[in-house]
């Protein structure tokens, strides 16, 4: 216990503090900390590259927000009684989700490559000229989000699975009665039954893609001459705190994304009580 | 109707629905293992196949060497060895502390355990850059900038695990203790003999996740190690695409084929369990 404790005290506990002092700090060359109030946040909230993170990063959500109808779909499919090689399409789904973010990003990169890349000669074949992906501004994010869709997809896939199996038998079987379609029988029983795990996995999803920065690191590299356009906020904070050595100023970057992240929680709160029906 | 009609149009009705199914499934699970076929592929694949315009979508003659290439151009078994001491150390120490802190919380009464334990569980909400160049300072104030006991460190402790394992210890039945208790025995060998193999299904999950994200984790590693040499394999391969002049890509996909490998075999060995625990773990 104690050793836990301390432990925890020491590595998370006390930074949180210490980050959250060091945000108004500015830090010199040879180490040393000066207060300077509230300079960092001033600074950044006139920086443009703070908006051009937070629109990509917005975007990225967006995109992979997308992914939770489908998800709901296809967890409604999966968990049809009976169906055969469901764990196989189980795992089928979830090896996106466990596979290191890192190497799957190799692949991605020849998969959307402008010139050889295999989603371009696709596009190709009904007549489209593909974008280079991974090196257009504003495009790139998009190819980014695409990956990150592929990858967390599996995840809601379960989560929704299991508040599935929660859903009574009886009133698929009143509906059937009833003479409901099967889509009537999933928009009218499924979702509304399921909407308080679509909201969990939601707020999973958007927390998790503020949080932006494996896939987009490694799909775009450190050199690309896009970055500067593609950046999501988790990538100025390493840039800051990393790479130009600005530590206070990447604290206020930290802070920034952390109460981001609790503003879009708490409003996802708010909002569950218009949408979400509690059996 | 009746109910044997309403029966049988079900029947019939989930035949035909559950055809639709394995065509949706079956296409979706295709788009989710394509990356993974095409990275096999390509890694099999010489260079002018992978940048022939036209895919290949299959080698003209299967470039075993790829593969051993990458252990001339890379420190793959450098990075390698750091990857499985971290995961390893990471996971036992995060067995032996979460599991007797979760017990802890779980169980005994202490002064302050609510404040301690809130204090613990509000690390769950806080995103990771918040403590991370607090935690830089530390680990350089210890000098242990690109040492292995420098990644290795924050990662020992783990609000999440001390989490999963009161959740165990809470959902087992305290009758069991007082029985232990009644027979003679002292709390450690209870927690030892009695709780510990009770709680197996919770440790497991714990080990899976910490090892699935200590050897997939990115950022860290990568903040506090400068040298490819003692990096592990996720920041290894992604400061190997930063190089412009590396554009071998079959030995890229070879390498981030075998980077992956040991996660993937783990998962497909243990599926069932990996899929339910992080479903779990989505808590966090």
Known sequence: ?279 | MTEAAVRTRRRARRGGSHAWAHIVLGVGGFLMAFPFLWQIIMSLSTNAEVQSVVPTFWPAEIQWENYATVFERLPFLSQLRTSIVITIIRCIAQIALCTLAGYAFARMHFRGRALVLALVLSILMIPSQVYLISQYQIVQGFGWLNTIAGIVAPGLFSAFGTFLMRTAFLNLPTELEEAARLDGASPVRTFWSVMLPLALPSISVLAITSALWSWNELLWPLVISTYQEQMPLAAGLATLVSDKSNTNYPVIMAASMMAMAPILILFIVLQRRVIDGLAFSGLK
């Open chain 1, 1 to 279: 216990m104690l050793p836990l404790l301390s432990g925890i005290a020491l590595f998370y506990l006390w930074p949180i503090l210490q980050t959250f002092y060091y945000s108004f700090t500015e830090w010199g060359v040879f180490g040393g900390s000066e207060w300077t109030g509230v300079d960092n946040y001033v600074r950044l909230v006139s920086d443009p590259q703070l908006y051009v993170a937070l629109g990509n990063t917005l975007l990225y959500t967006g995109i992979v927000l997308l992914g939770i109808p489908i998800a709901v779909y296809l967890a409604n499919l999966l968990n049809l009684p009976g169906l055969r090689f469901a764990s196989l399409y189980r795992v089928l789904f979830f090896l996106p989700y466990v596979a290191m973010p890192t190497a799957i990003a190799m692949v991605w990169r020849i998969i959307f490559n402008g010139d050889f890349g295999i989603v371009n000669y696709l596009l190709s074949l009904v007549g489209i000229d593909g974008p280079y992906w991974v090196s257009s501004p504003g495009i790139a994010i998009v190819a980014v989000a695409i990956v990150g869709l592929w990858s967390s997809l599996g995840f809601s896939m379960i989560v929704l699975g299991a508040g599935l199996k929660s859903i009574a038998i009886e009133y698929y079987e009143a509906a059937e009665l009833d003479g409901a379609s099967r889509w009537r029988q999933f928009t009218s029983i499924t979702v509304p039954l399921l909407s308080p795990s679509i909201f969990f996995v939601t707020i999973i999803t958007v927390i998790s893609s503020f949080q932006l920065f494996d896939l987009l690191y490694a799909i775009l590299g450190s050199q690309n001459a896009v970055l500067p356009k593609s950046l999501s906020l988790v990538y100025l904070f390493y840039e800051a705190g990393f790479i130009t050595n600005e530590k206070g100023y990447a604290a206020a970057i930290a802070m920034v994304i952390f109460v981001l992240i609790g503003l879009v929680t708490l409003l996802q709160f708010r909002l569950q009580k218009r949408w979400v029906s509690v059996d």
